[in-house]
């Protein structure tokens, strides 16, 4: 079973924090990887793709990947409280027409 | 910016009921997907669809499901007979070709609430 797992919080940061959300993914073929953002009642919002290791950053979000380790980071500097969201991540194999498979997401909280 | 649209953002329909979800991709993308997120819970796959035929398909995606791109741009799901389990967000996903743009973008949403 290809799982993907976060913690799913909430995590709290203030305001002009960075937040540091975590993934790991148990298939270990080509992957790639993707953060979505999600707020509530609304759908998956992609902020970042990511398929070769190291960093890859877009604004105030980078995202990690370490392949080695299944596990796939993003970080987002200078949090606003419209940040605030569900975070989530996905993974799927790399090329087209292969589904998305989700984790359960992290819900971030930025605080005034 | 090109978007995928949905529609109806919101459907109530008694149990028992069909019902048909409609999206509309964006205009150069080839592969389409549905997936759902009954509340609180995660993001589920459902069906991929390519060339006009299904690519793959989860367990959840059984008789009572059906997908079909009837006049060349709206990509339907239809769910035959609903029951209360089928109670979520579908939303609509569709992707262009070539790596590595092989990112799903994803649609509003149908609300569909059956009782």
């Known amino acids: 079973q290809k799982e993907v797992e976060q913690n799913s919080g909430p995590l709290s ?3 002009g924090a960075i937040a540091s959300l975590n993934c790991t993914y148990s298939d270990r073929g080509s992957q790639s990887l993707f953060w979505y953002r999600q707020y509530s009642g609304k759908s ?5 793709s990511i398929y070769s290791n190291g960093d890859k950053e877009d604004g105030r979000f980078t995202a990690q990947l370490n392949k080695a380790s299944q596990y796939v980071s993003l970080l987002i500097r200078d949090s606003q409280p419209s ?3 569900t975070y989530l991540c996905a993974v799927k194999p790399t090329g087209t027409a292969s589904k998305l498979t989700f984790g359960t997401g992290t819900r971030l909280q930025v605080t005034l | 910016e090109p978007e995928v649209t949905q529609t109806p953002s919101h459907q109530v329909t008694q149990m028992g009921q069909e019902v048909i979800l409609r999206c509309v991709p964006i205009s150069n993308h080839l592969y389409f997907y549905w997936y759902r997120q009954i509340l609180g819970q995660k993001v589920e796959f459902l069906v991929s669809f390519y060339n006009n035929e299904i690519s793959e398909k989860s ?3 059984d008789d009572q499901f059906s997908v079909e791109r009837p006049d060349g741009s709206n990509f339907t799901l239809k769910i035959r007979s609903t029951k209360l389990e089928d109670s979520a967000m579908y939303f609509c996903a569709t ?9 799903q973008y994803f649609g509003p949403g149908t609300r569909l609430t059956v009782l």
Do not use: H, Q, R
């Not at chain 1, 998956?44 to 970042?48: Q, R």
């Not at chain 2, 992707?95 to 990112?103: A, I």
């Open chain 1, 44 to 48: 998956p919002e992609l902020i970042m």
């Open chain 1, 83 to 85: 940040d605030s969201a």
């Open chain 2, 59 to 61: 367990e959840i995606f």
């Open chain 2, 95 to 103: 992707e262009t070709s070539g790596f590595p743009t092989d990112t």
């Open chain 1, 13 to 15: 940061v203030p305001e």
